[in-house]
């Protein structure tokens, strides 16, 4: 076999299995090839993805995070000596939880208020003032409890729970000590009325009783 065959058939066997080779390779080991600056673009994604499951579990796990890092309201100290005050002299209504949409102030009760008073007046009426307002505005007193006449057991409610929501503790545990001596208070009057009851029943008992039996 002469060295022109060897060669043609080294060139035949190459050229039919080299091919078939190539293919099988490509099936095992599939890859694409990404441009530039979508390889870049995947890349940064992969490195963001950590942080933003972090930030997303913080914020999970404090809802009000953000909101306690920017308080501004604080307890108005003067106002919760007032609404002691007035609950101390009964001017105090003892209503349903959920009256306080119907008797709180409106805008024009509000405003009427301020004009005949002035916002020295006002702010006694709210158990929170936000530094973030100058003086002399409505937007400077948060939380308010009365009607400008009574406290307003409702109202003292509404505060609790919107303190409470947004994390002022100062000014929920102000609103429950106030809410306690309404109760308090309640509860005193409500015995002193059941008592006044019973002694005059005892006292009808008494004229309408026959002579010379005694009552005890």
């Known amino acids: 076999m002469d060295r022109a065959y060897l060669g043609r058939l080294r060139n035949t066997d190459y050229q039919s299995v080299r091919p078939a080779e190539l293919h099988s ?16 673009l995947k890349s940064a994604f992969r490195r963001l993805v950590p942080a933003m ?7 999970i796990c404090c809802p009000t995070l953000s909101f306690g890092q920017s ?10 000596a007032y609404a002691e005050e007035l ?23 509000e405003n009427e ?7 020295a007046e006002y702010a006694k009426w ?23 006449k009574n406290v307003h057991r409702c109202g003292l409610l509404a505060v609790k729970s919107r303190a409470h929501q947004f994390g002022y503790a100062d000014i929920e545990k102000a609103a429950i000590r106030l809410i306690e001596i309404v109760d308090s208070k309640e509860e005193i009057q409500s015995r002193r009325a059941r008592g006044k009851v019973v002694g005059r029943a005892e006292h009808r008992l008494a004229v309408c009783a026959p002579s010379g039996i005694t009552l005890r």
């Open 25 to 40: 390779a490509e099936l095992n080991d599939p890859r694409i090839d990404y441009p530039r600056d979508a390889q870049a």
């Open 53 to 59: 499951l972090l930030v997303g579990g913080i914020l």
């Open 71 to 80: 308080k501004t309201v604080r307890l108005n100290e003067n106002t919760f």
């Open 87 to 109: 609950i101390a002299q009964g001017r105090v209504v003892v209503d349903k939880r959920n009256a306080w949409a119907d008797h709180r102030p409106g805008a024009a009760e």
């Open 113 to 119: 208020f301020i004009r005949t008073h002035d916002f």
């Open 126 to 148: 709210h158990l929170g003032i936000d530094e973030t307002h100058a003086g002399g505005t409505k937007g400077r007193y948060k939380f308010p409890f009365g009607d400008f």
